[in-house]
């Protein structure tokens, strides 16, 4: 999978990824707690979510709408424990033939109930290390 800046991405996935958002979101206000961490603090994790990416404790694979969604979780324990769960879809870059993993919601909770929520699709395998 690539990571760049610099691909087309047509119309209908940008639309696709909107309604997956919203979709997303509403779940999240639902799940959340009152002594939660509030939309307004999630930015101040956006620096881990490459790291919650590249080296994820858990990873999950599923299909919606024929799109691969891919949810990154990682636990962090820098002044009490919170999870961060990166939510994505992965979409080809048929100019590089690449595939492109395209960050739809992330977000960070002390709840393993909401993780769970997010938590959805067959865990993916990582490399067994000697």
Same mark, same amino acid.
Request: proline content about 8%; charged content about 40%; overall charge negative.
């Given at each position: 999978m690539d990571t760049k800046d610099d691909f087309y991405?047509? &119309?209908e996935d940008i639309e696709w990824i909107g309604l997956k958002k919203s979709q997303y979101l509403s779940k999240l206000i639902q799940l959340?707690?009152?002594n939660d961490f509030g939309f307004e603090e999630f930015h101040q994790f956006d620096g881990q979510v490459p790291q919650t990416i590249e080296n994820p404790d858990?990873?999950?694979h599923d299909e919606d709408d024929?799109? &691969?969604i891919r949810t990154y979780v990682r636990?962090?324990?820098k002044s009490g424990a919170y999870h961060q769960v990166v939510v994505g879809v992965?979409?080809?870059d048929e100019k590089s033939k690449t595939e492109v993993y395209i960050p739809?919601?992330?977000f960070v909770t002390?709840?393993?109930e909401v993780v769970k929520a997010f938590s959805t699709g067959e865990v993916m395998s990582r490399p067994i290390l000697n």
């Open positions: 991405l047509p &119309e959340m707690k009152p858990k990873s999950y024929g799109k &691969e636990t962090y324990d992965v979409i080809a739809v919601l992330f002390r709840d393993d």
